[in-house]
């Protein structure tokens, strides 16, 4: 493993151990070469998955963003950050075991949705806002309505 301090090639593990119920394995490296110490988690992935873009663009699935967003969406709420970690592994678990290699972007998002709502509803509304696009605040109100979520309005989003 390269050092993202000083670029060595190699790296030393001084510790490694289960994580994220068992999904991962959290490796502590020390290099050699500048002496800095950094982890590393190393995950079973069953395929690549290739996500098709709405504009017809295709590109590898990046576990790291949608981390990014559900972060985002879940940011100043009161959720334990074992709870995401969950979902995220069991989002990315049902697309790696659903037997395609290339999914629409819809079918991620539409997982996430369905995730956040059984977290958080806040952090529901915050992604459908970005995910569904909405331009104006008739949009919030009409979604709300919809998904009979009036009382998250009086919250913070």
């Given at each position: 493993?390269?050092?993202?301090?000083?670029?060595?090639?190699?790296?030393?593990?001084?510790?490694?151990?289960?994580?994220?119920?068992?999904?991962?394995?959290?490796?502590?490296?020390?290099?050699?070469?500048?002496?800095?110490?950094?982890?590393?988690?190393?995950?079973?992935?069953?395929?690549?998955?290739?996500?098709?873009?709405?504009?017809?663009?295709?590109?590898?699935?990046?576990?790291?963003?949608?981390?990014?967003?559900?972060?985002?969406?879940?940011?100043?709420?009161?959720?334990?950050?074992?709870?995401?970690?969950?979902?995220?592994?069991?989002?990315?678990?049902?697309?790696?075991?659903?037997?395609?290699?290339?999914?629409?972007?819809?079918?991620?998002?539409?997982?996430?949705?369905?995730?956040?709502?059984?977290?958080?509803?806040?952090?529901?509304?915050?992604?459908?806002?970005?995910?569904?696009?909405?331009?104006?605040?008739?949009?919030?109100?009409?979604?709300?309505?919809?998904?009979?979520l009036s009382d998250v309005a009086d919250e913070e989003l």
């Open positions: 493993m390269r050092c993202p301090f000083c670029g060595h090639m190699e790296s030393q593990v001084k510790d490694s151990r289960p994580s994220e119920d068992g999904a991962a394995i959290r490796r502590r490296r020390a290099c050699p070469e500048c002496g800095g110490r950094f982890t590393t988690f190393e995950r079973v992935q069953l395929r690549e998955l290739t996500i098709l873009k709405r504009s017809g663009r295709r590109s590898p699935f990046d576990r790291e963003k949608l981390v990014r967003s559900i972060s985002l969406a879940t940011q100043k709420r009161q959720v334990d950050a074992e709870r995401i970690d969950r979902m995220i592994n069991g989002i990315v678990r049902q697309l790696e075991s659903m037997g395609e290699t290339e999914l629409p972007s819809s079918t991620v998002g539409e997982m996430v949705m369905k995730a956040l709502k059984a977290l958080d509803d806040v952090a529901y509304v915050r992604y459908a806002s970005v995910y569904r696009d909405f331009k104006e605040t008739s949009d919030f109100a009409k979604f709300l309505g919809e998904e009979g």
